[in-house]
């Protein structure tokens, strides 16, 4: 049993992973440019030409799924973008991933059918972009492609996954895994950004497992770290028995 860890980068991961997995093993990334840091490169799969809010990013994403599948022992997989980072330290959030029954993925009030196909008009629903997935569920999603009757949908990786597995009638968890401020949200050209936090305290992340008990990861989390905060990351993963990372400097 292992879980695969899938991440969809703009052209770096957060730095704290490098500290974080103890082997580089069942990591994969999909950078839409060369990695800045080559720590990973080695994790790296073919790369395609991403947008936002394009169908490329499903592709994308069904791309690492294809690579990750290919190792019989992956049970789970997760989906991660270059600003998360873990709450929970590997061995810990292993464990609780791998005790998932179902997939998760956090679905979303707000609905906007355009561009819908008819075929999924009533399995529509509009979901978290990181979400994890269980191996059966993965199988029967790379089973058919339906990316091509996705492609004129507002935010298709917001949709994709999600109406697949109620299309097939699969059943699967409706929580937050991952914790994304859109309450903060900011406006851009082509659409709404979450906020980013330039630090996390203790008090943020005690706040964000008060109100979302499942969380394993938040997003959006600057990349600059100072030399201080990396010393006590790295000393407190050393620490036995102690899985909650403690971000208070």
Not at 74 to 79: E, G, I, K, Q
Not at 107 to 117: L, S, V, Y
Not at 178 to 184: R, S
Request: aromatic content about 14%.
């Amino acid at each position: 049993m292992s879980i695969s860890y899938l991440f969809l980068v703009y052209d770096n991961l957060h730095p704290i992973w490098k500290m974080w997995f103890p082997h580089t093993d069942n990591i994969y990334v999909h950078s839409k440019y060369e990695l800045k840091d080559n720590f990973f490169s080695n994790n790296q799969i073919p790369r395609i030409n991403t947008m936002w809010g394009h169908i490329s990013l499903v592709e994308a994403m069904i791309l690492l799924l294809k690579n990750a599948i290919i190792n019989d022992k992956n049970t789970h997989f997760v989906f991660l973008s270059g600003h998360c980072v873990p709450i929970f330290d590997y061995f810990h959030t292993c464990d609780a991933i791998s005790q998932m029954k179902k997939s998760s993925i956090q679905i979303f009030h707000k609905r906007n059918h355009f561009g819908i196909n008819k075929a999924f008009e009533n399995d529509f629903i509009r979901h978290s972009q990181w979400c994890i997935l269980k191996r059966c569920d993965v199988q029967t999603i790379l089973s058919n492609s339906y990316t091509h009757l996705f492609n004129i949908v507002k935010i298709p990786d917001e949709v994709y996954f999600g109406t697949l597995l109620n299309f097939y009638n699969i059943s699967f968890l409706n929580t937050v895994t991952t914790f994304v401020n859109w309450c903060k949200k900011v406006k851009k050209v082509n659409g709404n950004s979450p906020h980013t936090y330039n630090c996390i305290t203790q008090q943020l992340v005690d706040t964000i497992l008060q109100n979302n008990n499942n969380a394993l990861f938040i997003r959006k989390i600057h990349h600059n770290l100072d030399l201080q905060y990396i010393i006590k990351y790295n000393t407190l993963l050393k620490k036995p028995n102690i899985h909650m990372i403690n971000f208070s400097i």
